[in-house]
């Protein structure tokens, strides 16, 4: 939706650009953004010249975390229509009070968490969402409600045939299918659609090798963590990586746990399906999932467990149940994940070194 203004005719040469807003003026940083843009800087001018007085410092945020390709596309209606709406969202939401200025501008007032296509979600994710959480009284408790309620309202399942990694929300409804990159995207463009601060966060590869993983923290007065369309109750801070995370290694670029940003950042978050784009910005919060470790017991190793089908090697859901050879005591049961699920996601158990076991399935 368009902000309303009033509508002036001005006649000057296409070669020239309109003239430039008076917020951009004496703006160093502003002016080497809208210098990059281009061809498309008149764009970016008349969204600084028609957004509201109380919403332009926000936009120049969003306008100065801009990756180029994004300087040198959008136009003044997308880019308006996502801060009018964030801030509203912003504004009307519950608990507003407990998001800061600087949270709401790197957390809800982005259009985009990677390098996915740029849609214009905003308005229907409102529509289609807030509904959901009218009870909530905290972020933590909608963003729980959110990864409920959402995937099965839309369609959308984990599958490793999603057509592609990266997939914008709607190339994720379409498609019907999407992988922890696209889940985790679509849960963060509802969560910010409602209010709630939402970042995308992942690493490129598990300390253990077993492969990358993406996923979600939103802010509720600290950041916290879940999974998309992994949902645990009404929690937070639980996961089924979360024992994979704390093994993660800061010293590491390749196993360390990055968060996205919008802010000035010298780092660049790791997307594993586009090698060497270095447009996004991250975070390093490595430390705070090691110092969250579950300590394995001396004595004890954790196991991992997968079931496939012989006849084409995709994962099933199959009853493992461990016994001990010496007495039959059972040490461990569980049911394997079938391709629902993450394709990291292995059904673990912690058990005794040096044990002789039987397993059924």
Known sequence: MTTISLLVLLLFSPAAGPPAPESSRDDPALNAALSRAEENRGELETALRRVPEDERAALRTLILGMPERDLRSLDADFILEHCRLAHLAWRESPWRDQVPEDVFRDAILPYASIDERRDRWRADFRERFLPLVGQATNASEAAAILNREIYARLGVQYSTQRPKANQSPYESIEAKTASCTGLSVLLID??????????FVGTPLWSDGSGNHSWVEVWDGRWRFTGAAEPTGNELDRAWFSDRASGAHRDDPRNMIFATTWRPSPLAFPMVWSPGDATVRAVDVTDRYTQEAVDVPDGMGRVRFRATREIDGQRCAAELLLQNTKGGSVLFSGTTRDERFDANDHLTAILPLGTWLRCSA
């Open 190 to 199: 509802a969560c910010r659609a409602v209010g709630v601060p939402a970042r």
